[in-house]
């Protein structure tokens, strides 16, 4: 087996996690694999090369990484200066018309666009940068809530923790599920989220200052093919149904049967951005029962039908 070469751009002041991340989910999947995978950290000067955090992260020049397979390129307050270097404008350009694919974690996406490499292609960004990415990149066609967009061999994702999403399914991609999947189990990671989930999840909107149905938000959120009456929540709260939910809707600001209806539009909506699964086996995965039940939640929820939520495949 031939090593993949990972390449991994850092520049003075980079989010440390948005590197060291995606780094230990490739350093486990070689684990699982061996000899699938080589990393090494490149900047514009070699040496130790300071995150914003303070700590420090050894790389190569970049001259090391000409011929990577994978060019990662980190986030952080350091890339406002990254994007406008012309010598790391350079790299990029060439690395990437050389690598198999080439990504960006959370800004790192405006080195790439700064670079040229996402006019015209799908990308996505730190929900926090969207209004200014948009605004400085209008060519890119801006998925702003999606967790990481693959546009032919261009990856882009969202802020920090997206990062390991982004490189556990580039190591599907190179290794299959049954290695991406020991990965996330080695880092813990609760399971691997599609792209297309949205960066805002339902669950985190109906939070408030108490977390007192916290646990059964997330319970409900993994039986959602499940029926989940009132009388179920309620059961599992030790509550009767009445006083359950009054307090739900106390806590939470919505009814347990919307609740229950925004996991199951989170969930949907996921699919059928990340996966090839049918709208029927779709909506019987998240509980809607029938395709037509999803369909007027869609309408009445998105303002679009579940089929406007299909992405095209690379």
Request: glycine fraction near 8%.
């Amino acid at each position: 087996m031939i090593a993949r070469e990972i390449a991994f751009l850092v520049f003075d002041d980079f989010q440390v996690l948005d590197a060291t991340g995606p780094m230990a989910a490739f350093e486990i999947a070689g684990r699982y694999s061996p000899g699938a995978y080589r990393l090494r950290a490149v900047a514009a000067r070699a040496g130790a090369v300071r995150s914003s955090s303070g700590l420090a992260v050894s790389a190569e020049a970049l001259e090391a990484a000409a011929d990577c397979d994978t060019l990662i390129v980190a986030g952080g307050e350091g890339t406002r200066a990254a994007a406008t270097d012309a010598r790391t404008l350079a790299f990029v350009r060439a690395a990437a018309a050389r690598a198999r694919r080439t990504a960006s974690v959370c800004s790192g996406a405006y080195v790439l666009a700064a670079a040229g490499l996402l006019d015209g292609r799908r990308a996505t960004t730190h929900w926090a940068r969207t209004a200014d990415f948009a605004r400085r990149f209008p060519k890119t066609k801006l998925e702003p809530d999606m967790i990481f967009v693959r546009d032919g061999n261009v990856w882009t994702s969202a802020g920090i923790t997206a990062g390991i999403d982004l490189a556990l399914a580039l190591i599907a991609e190179d290794c299959g599920e049954t290695i991406a999947r020991a990965t996330a189990q080695q880092l813990v990671v609760y399971h691997r989220r599609a792209g297309g989930q949205s960066q805002f999840s339902a669950l985190l909107d109906m939070e408030r200052e108490s977390d007192k149905f916290a646990a059964l938000l997330q319970w409900a959120g993994e039986r959602l093919h499940e029926r989940l009456s009132v009388e179920d929540l309620a059961e599992r709260c030790a509550m009767s149904p009445r006083n359950f939910a009054r307090a739900f809707r106390r806590e939470t600001g919505v009814t347990p049967a919307k609740a229950i209806e925004r996991l199951r539009l989170d969930q949907a909506r996921a699919q059928l951005e990340s996966t090839a699964s049918s709208v029927e086996r779709v909506a019987e995965r998240s509980g809607f029962g029938e395709a037509e039940r999803m369909r007027r939640a869609f309408v009445r929820v998105y303002g679009r039908p579940p089929q406007d939520f299909r992405r095209k495949r690379a």
